[in-house]
């Protein structure tokens, strides 16, 4: 039995599986200083093959994973969005936990992408996957993605603030802040 690929698309958005010919375009991505600029560092062409193995694992295993954003017009990556099971538990928060997020390339910010991109993610998890919650974190001083985070109508959870795992101790980008959105065709 097959099922029909994978495909998401927006107005000016195309979304499908990860391909070989991503990993390049993903490679730069990550190795950006400025759209890594919350992260804890950019990422090496090893570090960046690696996130997309384990992209590509999350979606054979649950359907979903982050995925590559492509414009629709001319088929240009700009970088990535979608929603992932969390790798990091969070203290307090019900697991398995899903978040949503996105990078972009500096050239494909502040036109609204993002906020189009996560709000198709949104629907598909909440409206077809039936998730009962959908989580976003990111840096507390990431000013960009928390308005983005707002835009979409997640609520801020202060009480599940947290030192993100990852990232070193010590280092400015390390306390991250958490959104929820709870599905609302499944009550509370």
């Not at 890594?36 to 690696?50: E, G, I, K």
């Amino acid at each position: 039995m097959t099922s029909a690929p994978f495909q998401l698309e927006t107005s000016r958005l195309l979304f499908r599986p990860w391909q070989d010919e991503d990993r390049s375009c993903f490679a730069e991505l990550y190795a950006n200083p400025e759209v890594m600029r919350y992260f804890a560092s950019p990422l090496t062409r090893q570090q960046s093959d690696d996130g997309i193995d384990h992209y590509i694992g999350f979606f054979e295993r649950d359907g979903f994973c982050m995925m590559p954003a492509r414009l629709r017009e001319t088929g240009e990556f700009i970088g990535i969005i979608g929603i992932q099971t969390m790798r990091d538990l969070v203290e307090g928060l019900e697991q398995p936990a899903v978040e949503i997020g996105w990078r972009l390339l500096p050239e494909a910010q502040g036109k609204g992408l993002a906020t189009e991109g996560a709000r198709a993610f949104l629907n598909h998890g909440l409206r077809n996957l039936r998730l009962p919650e959908i989580v976003a974190i990111t840096a507390i001083r990431n000013t960009p993605s928390r308005r983005v985070i707002e835009k979409l109508g997640m609520t801020h959870r202060p009480e599940l603030e947290f030192d993100h795992p990852r990232v070193p101790h010590g280092h400015p980008h390390r306390r991250h802040v958490l959104y929820s959105l709870r599905n609302p065709d499944l009550g509370s």
